[in-house]
């Protein structure tokens, strides 16, 4: 009976301590405000046209760029906006549109730029960041 008791406190302690509540996280808004993650950028293959991976063998290999958020965040939605409505809580990963990152593949980075909500098939991550600024972290 006693160990039981441990064991279930001990998981509840895990549940509490796996992440932070969502009432704790900043919440971004969509463009046009500008914002600043910081995370590690890194590339992931997704699968593209012509099928978008129902036929992995000759469906072209993307490379993805994405930030790995150092804190997750939530966005909030935009009723005025026909493509950015919904909002999303404890997100932990943000595609990013930018050109010229390879240098800093694996590294930590702060960027700035705009946030918008994934809606089409080249966008793999519900929520995309368009990049003004990016800067590694020394």
């Given at each position: 009976?006693?160990?039981?008791?441990?064991?279930?406190?001990?998981?509840?302690?895990?549940?509490?301590?796996?992440?932070?509540?969502?009432?704790?996280?900043?919440?971004?808004?969509?463009?046009?405000?500008?914002?600043?993650?910081?995370?590690?950028?890194?590339?992931?293959?997704?699968?593209?046209?012509?099928?978008?991976?129902?036929?992995?063998?000759?469906?072209?290999?993307?490379?993805?760029?994405?930030?790995?958020?150092?804190?997750?965040?939530?966005?909030?939605?935009?009723?005025?906006?026909?493509i950015n409505t919904e909002s999303f809580?404890?997100?932990?990963?943000?595609?990013?549109?930018?050109?010229?990152?390879?240098?800093?593949?694996?590294?930590?980075?702060?960027?700035?730029?705009?946030?918008?909500?994934?809606?089409?098939?080249?966008?793999?991550?519900?929520?995309?960041?368009?990049?003004?600024?990016?800067?590694?972290?020394?």
């Amino acid at each position: 009976m006693i160990r039981r008791c441990y064991t279930a406190i001990a998981t509840l302690w895990l549940i509490a301590c796996s992440g932070a509540p969502a009432d704790s996280i900043s919440w971004l808004r969509y463009e046009p405000a500008i914002v600043q993650l910081t995370g590690v950028l890194e590339v992931v293959q997704e699968y593209g046209p012509p099928n978008w991976g129902d036929d992995p063998l000759n469906d072209e290999k993307l490379r993805v760029p994405v930030l790995r958020l150092s804190e997750p965040v939530n966005i909030s939605g935009d009723s005025h906006s026909d493509i950015n409505t919904e909002s999303f809580e404890n997100v932990r990963e943000v595609q990013l549109q930018l050109d010229g990152y390879d240098s800093l593949v694996g590294k930590r980075v702060t960027v700035s730029g705009t946030l918008f909500a994934g809606h089409t098939g080249w966008h793999f991550k519900s929520v995309v960041m368009s990049v003004k600024v990016i800067q590694p972290i020394r």
